[in-house]
């Protein structure tokens, strides 16, 4: 018994010695019920500052791969990590695009104003066509988003015509002129963007009458059934979902597929905000002017923040589980069998431009701590998938948390695209349920859950775990108990740095990347983790 306690003993002052923590981890895979969905890996891309527009479609003299206008670079890459579904074209712009300015032959079509970033204008030169030739370049699904707010049900009805069918009709006629024979059987279709905001202003009871009238004329063509989005709350606002899940459930009207929630990850404005729960200020940024005014006041800087903000940011960051929480609780009230899905359309971190870049353009560096919070989301959406079925990231290249950078010619991936890198083995891989308690990040007196994960098991047996660990000094020590896994082999990968603020440049774009990582034993039937600080982890067991 003295022996016991002599040996327990010296591993609580070695740990501390260490600055290390120690935790029981139990991957169950004989509780499996879910699958990932591999659409939670989706990404975003409106007609923003350098997205669209010398980001993926570059002027033609640009000496890099291309098809027609479309960088080719960007395709490959992005091909890599298996992206399944693109989202276009906005966000706030979505709400004042017509589609039609942007079909036909490229000299001829009109121009506009972009009011909502930075009043450039737009030429339409990418427009319907060229984005789904951009899907089928990357072979992944369109996710378009219809005009609700400033449109019309006309246009919007005609659109899904041009889009979707294959019988005689002036759609049909219309793109084959314009160069497209069969249609493109685009099926996930979002109607508005945060119509609450820049989508319109409505209440949430008016966005219903109106998504119910939309959806009627937004016919299903033979081989294309529509999956409707409607346009979901920011945030914590559970009225909004509460009132749209009421008027469109499941057996009502209005073929409700999906219901589309934005969240965005804000660095706290001065010392490290404020403890869960006390998220007055959180709200009121969030509403449609709160979303307005975070445009034109300072967020944080994307790479030059003190630790006291790195916890606070990572507080706002961890908040989405309660929101996906609290509306799985109201969707659940009108659909227990969980058949609308809960989509997460935007999501990231959303910090100040970098400076000497147009305000508006919302360029933003990326670094160490965005790459932490990139794979502890998607660890929450991973384990939540039985109701989050698809989710975007804001926005794949040249916008907030892009995992993609250019400049002129040159082309960078950032610590973002690497999570994704990493966690693209969970893609339509079953769930398997994790359970641990996690040790504190603690800052101050103020302290977060430091690790998070999430497993699945493919279609061959290949058990794959993702964790991540916030604390910035302490490496934690994890043994996992593995249920009904047969195994014998380890190996894994790892994304670290020196610092939480360690970027990916144009002239260092190795400096925060994949590495092999060499800290998983198999000891008897137990796996034994040591996971660095700031790190996340992805293994493979075999
Ligand atoms: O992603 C940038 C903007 O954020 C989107 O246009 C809008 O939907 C959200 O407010």
Same mark, same amino acid.
């Given at each position: 018994?003295?022996?016991?306690?002599?040996?327990?003993?010296?591993?609580?002052?070695?740990?501390?010695?260490?600055?290390?923590?120690?935790?029981?981890?139990?991957?169950?895979?004989?509780?499996?019920?879910?699958?990932?969905?591999?659409?939670?890996?989706?990404?975003?891309?409106?007609?923003?500052?350098?997205?669209?527009?010398?980001?993926?479609?570059?002027?033609?003299?640009?000496?890099?791969?291309?098809?027609?206008?479309?960088?080719?670079?960007?395709?490959?890459?992005?091909?890599?990590?298996?992206?399944? @579904? &693109? +989202?276009?074209?906005? /966000?706030?712009?979505?709400?004042?695009?017509?589609?039609?300015? $942007? %079909? #036909?032959?490229?000299?001829?079509?009109?121009?506009?104003?972009?009011?909502?970033?930075?009043?450039?204008?737009?030429?339409?030169?990418?427009?319907?066509?060229?984005?789904?030739?951009?899907?089928?370049?990357?072979?992944?699904?369109?996710?378009?988003?219809?005009?609700?707010?400033?449109?019309?049900?006309?246009?919007?009805?005609?659109?899904?015509?041009?889009?979707?069918?294959?019988?005689?009709?002036?759609?049909? @006629? &219309? +793109?084959?002129?314009? /160069?497209?024979?069969?249609?493109?059987?685009?099926?996930?279709? $979002? %109607? #508005?963007?945060?119509?609450?905001?820049?989508?319109?202003?409505?209440?949430?009871?008016?966005?219903?009458?109106?998504?119910?009238?939309?959806?009627?004329?937004?016919?299903?063509?033979?081989?294309?059934?529509?999956?409707?989005?409607?346009?979901?709350?920011?945030?914590?606002?559970?009225?909004?979902?509460?009132?749209?899940?009421?008027?469109?459930?499941?057996?009502?009207?209005?073929?409700?597929?999906?219901?589309?929630?934005?969240?965005?990850?804000?660095?706290?404005?001065?010392?490290?905000?404020?403890?869960?729960? $006390?998220?007055?200020?959180?709200?009121?940024?969030?509403?449609?002017?709160?979303?307005?005014?975070?445009?034109?006041?300072?967020?944080?800087?994307?790479?030059?923040?003190?630790?006291?903000?790195?916890?606070?940011?990572?507080?706002?960051?961890?908040?989405?589980?309660?929101?996906?929480?609290?509306?799985?609780?109201?969707?659940?009230?009108?659909?227990?069998?969980?058949?609308?899905?809960?989509?997460?359309?935007?999501?990231?971190?959303?910090?100040?431009?970098?400076?000497?870049?147009?305000?508006?353009?919302?360029?933003?560096?990326?670094?160490?701590?965005?790459?932490?919070?990139?794979?502890?989301?998607?660890?929450?959406?991973?384990?939540?998938?039985?109701?989050?079925?698809?989710?975007?990231?804001?926005?794949?290249?040249?916008?907030?948390?892009?995992?993609?950078?250019?400049?002129?010619?040159?082309?960078?991936?950032?610590?973002?695209?690497?999570?994704?890198?990493?966690?693209?083995?969970?893609?339509?891989?079953?769930?398997?349920?994790?359970?641990?308690?996690?040790?504190?990040?603690?800052?101050?007196?103020?302290?977060?859950?430091?690790?998070?994960?999430?497993?699945?098991?493919?279609?061959?047996?290949?058990?794959?775990?993702?964790?991540?660990?916030?604390?910035?000094?302490?490496?934690?020590?994890?043994?996992?108990?593995?249920?009904?896994?047969?195994?014998?082999?380890?190996?894994?990968?790892?994304?670290?740095?020196?610092?939480?603020?360690?970027?990916?440049?144009?002239?260092?774009?190795?400096?925060?990347?994949?590495?092999?990582?060499?800290?998983?034993?198999?000891?008897?039937?137990?796996l034994n983790v040591v996971m660095p600080s700031k790190s996340v982890v992805m293994l493979e067991l075999k």
């Amino acid at each position: 018994m003295k022996k016991f306690f002599f040996t327990l003993i010296m591993v609580i002052v070695t740990l501390k010695a260490y600055n290390q923590s120690s935790v029981a981890m139990v991957v169950d895979a004989t509780a499996s019920q879910y699958t990932i969905s591999r659409h939670i890996y989706g990404h975003f891309s409106e007609h923003l500052g350098r997205c669209i527009y010398d980001g993926y479609w570059v002027d033609p003299s640009m000496p890099v791969p291309k098809y027609d206008r479309i960088r080719l670079d960007i395709v490959e890459a992005l091909k890599k990590i298996k992206i399944p @579904n &693109l +989202r276009w074209p906005g /966000g706030c712009f979505a709400d004042e695009y017509h589609w039609r300015d $942007g %079909i #036909g032959p490229r000299d001829q079509r009109p121009t506009m104003v972009n009011t909502n970033w930075g009043n450039v204008t737009e030429d339409n030169s990418f427009g319907t066509h060229e984005f789904l030739t951009l899907c089928e370049l990357l072979n992944c699904e369109p996710f378009i988003v219809g005009n609700l707010g400033s449109g019309t049900v006309e246009e919007m009805s005609k659109w899904v015509e041009y889009l979707n069918f294959d019988g005689i009709s002036p759609m049909t @006629n &219309l +793109r084959k002129q314009n /160069g497209r024979d069969k249609p493109w059987g685009v099926s996930f279709f $979002g %109607i #508005g963007n945060e119509n609450w905001g820049c989508g319109g202003n409505m209440t949430p009871e008016y966005y219903v009458t109106q998504f119910r009238q939309y959806s009627t004329f937004l016919k299903n063509y033979p081989g294309a059934p529509l999956r409707r989005i409607a346009c979901g709350p920011s945030g914590g606002n559970y009225t909004w979902t509460d009132v749209v899940m009421a008027g469109l459930a499941p057996g009502g009207r209005g073929n409700l597929w999906g219901i589309d929630l934005h969240y965005y990850t804000r660095p706290p404005r001065g010392g490290f905000g404020q403890p869960q729960g $006390g998220q007055a200020g959180q709200a009121q940024r969030e509403g449609a002017q709160g979303q307005q005014q975070q445009q034109v006041q300072s967020q944080g800087s994307a790479t030059n923040f003190t630790e006291a903000t790195y916890f606070g940011t990572m507080r706002n960051a961890l908040r989405i589980e309660n929101y996906i929480k609290g509306h799985d609780s109201v969707m659940t009230k009108y659909d227990p069998q969980k058949r609308v899905a809960l989509v997460v359309g935007e999501w990231g971190i959303w910090c100040d431009p970098e400076p000497g870049t147009n305000p508006r353009f919302l360029f933003q560096q990326n670094s160490l701590r965005d790459a932490l919070i990139a794979g502890t989301t998607l660890n929450i959406f991973n384990n939540h998938c039985d109701r989050v079925k698809m989710a975007q990231l804001a926005q794949t290249v040249n916008v907030l948390q892009a995992v993609i950078l250019t400049q002129g010619p040159k082309m960078i991936l950032t610590p973002t695209y690497h999570v994704f890198d990493l966690y693209k083995v969970h893609h339509d891989a079953k769930m398997l349920p994790v359970k641990f308690t996690s040790p504190d990040y603690v800052y101050e007196n103020q302290s977060l859950p430091a690790l998070n994960a999430s497993a699945s098991q493919d279609s061959a047996g290949v058990v794959h775990i993702t964790m991540v660990n916030i604390d910035p000094n302490k490496q934690i020590t994890v043994n996992i108990t593995l249920n009904g896994v047969k195994w014998s082999t380890v190996t894994g990968q790892v994304l670290t740095s020196a610092k939480i603020t360690d970027i990916n440049t144009f002239e260092k774009p190795d400096n925060v990347v994949i590495r092999k990582f060499d800290g998983a034993r198999k000891q008897g039937e137990m796996l034994n983790v040591v996971m660095p600080s700031k790190s996340v982890v992805m293994l493979e067991l075999k």
